[in-house]
Structure formats: structure tokens, C-alpha cells
């Protein structure tokens, strides 16, 4: 059977249908949610993130002190979730002043490290030179 016609899609096809059916998800949310709701539990789900966040951070500092291979890696992983940090603190602060404690922490500090971590992951994944072929080839 060729490979066009397979009845297993590929990873990347599998990613692509995702996004795809992720936009009227997402349109749908925007119009069916309420713009404010209570939270359970709603300082575990911060901790717990926050934890996350921590793990992820001293994973790709030490992957790099290592020059393991997982650094790029860990260190995309970090860069993602300062990024997600920044906007749900953002999203979620209350008053004036929580925006601006906010704001200067994303504008000073986390996206900043965030935008270290992801370019950092990619000159590590796609060195000078050699251009923006994968390290590792696609499975064929």
C-alpha cells in the first residue's frame, strides 16, 4: 500500500487536524463562556503551575550546564510556560494595581526569560550554517 494512501495519518497531519479544529473550538468558547467565573481550588491550580514552571526552568538550566540534548527541549518547554504565565497573570488580575504588578513582571521578567529560553532552544536545534533543516530527520 503506498504511503498516500495509508489509513494512519502522520503526527504532523494529526497536529495540523488539531489546530485546525482548535479555531471554531475556540470562537465558540469566546461566545458561549461567561467573562468571569469562580474558581475551585484556584490556588492549587497556581501553585501547581507554578511548580510546573520551576521544573521546567532548573530542567533546562541544568540540561545546558550538562550540554545535554534535552536542552533545547527543556528549555522551549520553560520559554512556553513563562509565556502562558505572563498572559494568564495578565488576564486574571484584579484592580489596578495586580495589572500593573502584572504587567512589570511580564514586560520585566517573564517574557524576557522566555524569549532567552526559545531562542536559545532554537539556535541549539538549528546551529549557524546549517540552515533550518531538523537536527533529527523526519521519520520517513
Known amino acids: 500500500m503506498s504511503r498516500a494512501l495509508s489509513i494512519h495519518p502522520s503526527p504532523a497531519r494529526l497536529l495540523v487536524a488539531a489546530g485546525v479544529i482548535l479555531a471554531p473550538w475556540t470562537a465558540w468558547l469566546v461566545v458561549s463562556l461567561p467573562s468571569t467565573q469562580t474558581a475551585h481550588h484556584w490556588d492549587l491550580a497556581w501553585a501547581g503551575f507554578d511548580v510546573a514552571l520551576a521544573t521546567a526552568l532548573v530542567a ?19 520559554g512556553t510556560l513563562l509565556v502562558c504565565d505572563a498572559w494568564f497573570d495578565l488576564l486574571t488580575a484584579r484592580g489596578a494595581g495586580a495589572l500593573m504588578t502584572a504587567g ?37
Do not use: D, N, T, W
Not at 61 to 78: H, N, T
Open 104 to 140: 512589570a513582571e511580564a514586560v520585566l521578567i517573564e517574557l524576557p526569560l522566555a524569549a532567552l529560553c526559545i531562542v536559545s532552544s532554537i539556535r541549539v536545534a538549528y546551529p549557524a550554517g546549517r540552515g533550518l533543516e531538523p537536527i533529527v530527520a523526519p521519520h520517513q
Open 60 to 78: 533546562a538550566g541544568l540540561a545546558a550546564k550538562r550540554s545535554s540534548p534535552l536542552a533545547p527541549l527543556a528549555a522551549m518547554v520553560a
